[in-house]
């Protein structure tokens, strides 16, 4: 199966910080990579998908890049309602895997 | 609106069954692709297990794999998982998920069903 791995395992930021968050694949998935926020108690919730493409309704301070291997997450300012754990996702393989996930708090 | 509405959790002893249900609505159910995911308490998103719109294709984690089977009805816009041989380990929240289509990304979610594997 192809391995995620995420870091930061965690961060601390304040509201207006720029926080980007970085995804590696163990193999290329080319852009085949999705990005979910958990909030605690609450299901995930799509973000962004092939890579770099906002879902819907999420705001525009959410944005991805990257392609192969190595991608980021970056969230331009940071609100007090992005305050949860992020997690990356590939679909390349229909053994589907997801990054460890990180979490974003309160400095 | 997508509705994804699981039940069927609850305790259950190491070595026992349970089976999950889905109930769909507000899409095609038929049309989608559906998923499993499951969180341990504490710990990060696993995923569990796929099925393709007509369940004609399967894949399942190397962890569930011979002991937890998926599948649909159509018919009655239900996803199942059903789950066999449970270990102390498959205690999680058990989310069902729609697919983008046939394997993609996850776009909808449930609410979990607790599931407890305890004597």
């Known amino acids: 199966a192809i391995r995620m791995t995420q870091s930061p395992s965690s961060l601390s930021a304040s509201t207006g910080d720029r926080v980007t968050i970085t995804c590696r694949a163990s193999?290329?998935?080319?852009?085949?990579l999705a990005w979910y926020q958990q909030k605690p108690g609450k299901a995930p919730k799509l973000l962004i998908y092939?890579?770099?493409t906002l879902q819907s309704g999420v705001p525009s301070r959410f944005s991805g890049s990257g392609s192969g291997t190595d991608f980021t997450l970056t969230i331009s300012c940071l609100q007090s309602e992005d305050f949860a754990t992020y997690y990356c996702?590939?679909?390349?393989?229909?053994?589907?895997?997801f990054g460890p996930g990180t979490k974003v708090d309160i400095k | 609106q997508v509705q994804l509405v699981e039940s069927g959790g609850g305790v259950v002893q190491p070595g026992g069954s349970l089976r999950l249900s889905c109930a769909a609505s507000?899409?095609?159910?038929?049309?989608?692709?559906m998923h499993w995911v499951r969180q341990a308490p504490g710990k990060g998103l696993e995923w569990v297990a796929f099925?393709?719109?007509?369940?004609?294709?399967?894949y399942y984690a190397d962890s569930v794999k011979g002991r937890f089977t998926i599948s649909r009805d159509n018919s009655k816009n239900t996803l199942y998982l059903q789950m066999n041989s449970l270990r102390a380990e498959d205690t999680a929240v058990y989310y069902c998920?729609?697919?983008?289509?046939?394997?993609?990304?996850?776009?909808?979610w449930g609410q979990g069903t607790l599931v407890t594997v305890s004597s």
């Open positions: 193999q290329g998935i080319s852009s085949y």
């Open positions: 099925i393709r719109y007509d369940g004609s294709n399967k």
């Open positions: 996702q590939q679909y390349y393989s229909y053994r589907f895997t």
């Open positions: 998920a729609k697919d983008r289509d046939s394997g993609s990304y996850l776009v909808n």
């Open positions: 092939a890579a770099s």
């Open positions: 507000g899409f095609t159910f038929s049309s989608y692709g």
